[in-house]
């Protein structure tokens, strides 16, 4: 008898220590993961526009003969020189020139010297006049050759003129500041009139024709920033010059002059992607960790201090450095389940993580 009762009591006694243990076992199967609730972000961000396009020389110079069938006599500069405004770069042989001149010079002076004589014929006639045997005829005739004279050595000068303003043109001189980018001349040719020796790269300046979908175009304003990437990285930050006022026919996109530094590592013929940031504003924001994507929603999962997650649906944004924007549907106070949110479901029990971050 006294080993029965001792089996019941220990018997119960056993049960009753379990007790607690299987309480323990249930909640833990409630509690589908252990969450930790935090809040949405306030944070300011850049708005921005993706683009893409070549970079190329804001204004090109040709440096182009003017007179034909000369040899060019000297190349002055290469490719990759730099030259300053009217810094000479090419002259073509001018003996021929100058010989020119030189007749035309003596053409003037034999000019002046006819209308010498010219004005001296006519005043003698005007001084005896008819009284000195003179008729009217050969006064009229004196009048008219001082005239003739005249006009002669105001031809006389033009010409003279012309010849030097040709000789001046075997002479070639940078219209502008630059560099040399391209030098199709060949030393010891025999140019025609127009025959391009050099093309120059105005003031070393270079821009970036970024193409960006039309209607994100309306959003951008001259003096906008405009950052070209590589591989992530950074290659230079240009200034929005003008906005195309026409789209692309074949591609329907807008073409977005920007302004790039004149001394940096982008070269003309390079294309490069990038963005143009269009303005700042403040938005709410989670970790993309908080979010469920699903059928094209975006849902997010409300904890109550009672362990229990609802499901809400949000509208979403933009994505930067593991965060993204929320832009309606959430309230900043809500708590909301940091990260698992695949493994939850609307009415789900959590366990909470001790370390909650207010707001």
Avoid: C
């Avoid at 182009?64 to 069938?69: M, Q, R």
């Amino acid at each position: 008898m006294k080993h029965l009762i001792s089996g019941l009591a220990l018997a119960a006694a056993f049960t009753l220590g379990n007790l607690p243990l299987a309480t323990a076992a249930d909640q833990s199967v409630r509690a589908v993961l252990t969450v930790r609730p935090i809040h949405a972000e306030r944070q300011t961000w850049t708005d921005s526009v993706a683009a893409g396009g070549w970079v190329a020389a804001w204004s090109e110079a040709s440096i182009a003969t003017e007179i034909g069938d000369y040899r060019i006599d000297d190349l002055a500069v290469d490719v990759g020189d730099s030259v300053k405004k009217g810094d000479v770069v090419a002259r073509l042989a001018d003996d021929q020139l100058k010989a020119a001149v030189a007749a035309g010079e003596a053409a003037l002076d034999s000019a002046k010297a006819a209308y010498d004589l010219a004005q001296s014929d006519a005043r003698r006639a005007q001084l005896l006049g008819p009284t000195g045997g003179q008729s009217k005829r050969e006064l009229e005739a004196a009048e008219i050759a001082e005239r003739v004279a005249a006009a002669n050595v105001a031809a006389a000068g033009a010409e003279l003129e012309t010849r030097r303003l040709r000789l001046a043109k075997a002479t070639l001189v940078a219209p502008d500041d630059g560099v040399i980018s391209v030098r199709p001349a060949v030393l010891g040719a025999v140019a025609s009139a127009g025959t391009e020796l050099y093309r120059l790269v105005r003031q070393n300046r270079v821009e970036w024709r970024a193409e960006v979908a039309a209607d994100a175009a309306l959003r951008i304003k001259p003096g906008m920033t405009a950052t070209l990437t590589e591989k992530d990285r950074s290659l230079s930050i240009g200034v929005v010059r003008l906005v195309g006022p026409t789209l692309i026919s074949a591609s329907g996109r807008a073409t977005v002059y920007v302004d790039l530094p004149a001394v940096g590592e982008l070269k003309p013929g390079g294309y490069f992607a990038g963005h143009i940031d269009t303005g700042r504003r403040e938005v709410l924001t989670l970790p993309e960790s908080a979010v469920l994507l699903k059928d094209a929603s975006s849902f997010v999962f409300v904890v109550d201090p009672k362990g229990t997650v609802t499901r809400l649906s949000v509208t979403t944004g933009a994505r930067r450095d593991g965060r993204i924007a929320v832009i309606s549907g959430l309230s900043p106070d809500a708590a909301v389940a940091e990260s698992g949110v695949a493994f939850l479901f609307d009415g789900a029990a959590v366990a909470l993580a001790t370390n909650e971050v207010t707001p």
